[in-house]
Each structure stands twice: as C-alpha cells, then as structure tokens.
Nanobody
Framework: QVQLVESGGGLVQAGGSLRLSCAAS????????MGWFRQAPGKEREFVAA????????YYTDSVKGRFTISRDIAKSTVYLQGNSLKPEDTAVYYC?????????????????WGQGTQVTVSS
C-alpha cells in the first residue's frame, strides 16, 4: 500500500523560505508522477507542482514559477518542495500526491494517493 508522509511545514515570515518533504513508501515509483497541491481555508485544492519520478521533468502553476522548486531523491524515495520568497497568499495546507503514469495532471482527482498534509503559514 502506498503511503505518503509530508513534513517541513510551519510558520514563516513573508519573503522567507521553507522546504517540504514527502516520504513515499509501499511501491516502486518509477512509473509515477508526484505532485504537490495546496488548499487554503474556504478554497478548493489547487495544483502547485509535479515531477515525473523517472525523468525528473517538472511542472509548476504560474503563481509559483521562479519561487518554488520541486525535486526528488530516488534513493530516499522522497519528493521535496522548496519555497522561496514566500507570500501570505501561499498560506495553505500542502499535500503530497502520487499519480500512476508518466504524464502530469493539474486536477486533484487525477491522483491516486495522498498524504495527510502539512500546514504552511506565511505572516505579513
């Protein structure tokens, strides 16, 4: 059974940085795309970034391009989301997700497995 466990959230001032981690277990992920989503209070869950596990191809939503970086460590089965120049509007619960296949999706219902989420709060 696939298990995704996020860590690294917290409180940071605007302009600061955080690195989120997602430890994946229970499967060989060579045929998966790993994604990060976020959900702010009262809003729908939105796509943030995704990475193809095998090839390392990255995708980002426009609002985080140039500020966030998604990466993966194959040996550790861990996916990271580095956020720099954080803004108050980045405040949300961040979720790690896994999708079977080699093509990314920006739709939450396109992912098969989810972590429990980690809170990121950016103060102004």
């Amino acid at each position: 059974q696939v298990q995704l466990v996020e860590s690294g959230g917290g409180l940071v001032q605007a302009g600061g940085s955080l690195r989120l981690s997602c430890a994946a277990s229970g499967r060989t992920f060579s045929n998966y795309v790993m994604g990060w989503f976020r959900q702010a209070p009262g809003k729908e869950r939105e796509f943030v970034a995704a990475i193809d596990w095998s090839g390392g191809i990255r995708y980002y939503t426009d609002s985080v391009k140039g500020r966030f970086t998604i990466s993966r460590d194959i040996a550790k089965s861990t996916v990271y989301l580095q956020g720099n120049s954080l803004k108050p509007e980045d405040t949300a619960v961040y979720y790690c997700a896994a999708r079977v296949g080699s093509y990314y999706s920006t739709a939450a219902n396109g992912y098969n497995y989810w972590g429990q989420g980690t809170q990121v709060t950016v103060s102004s």
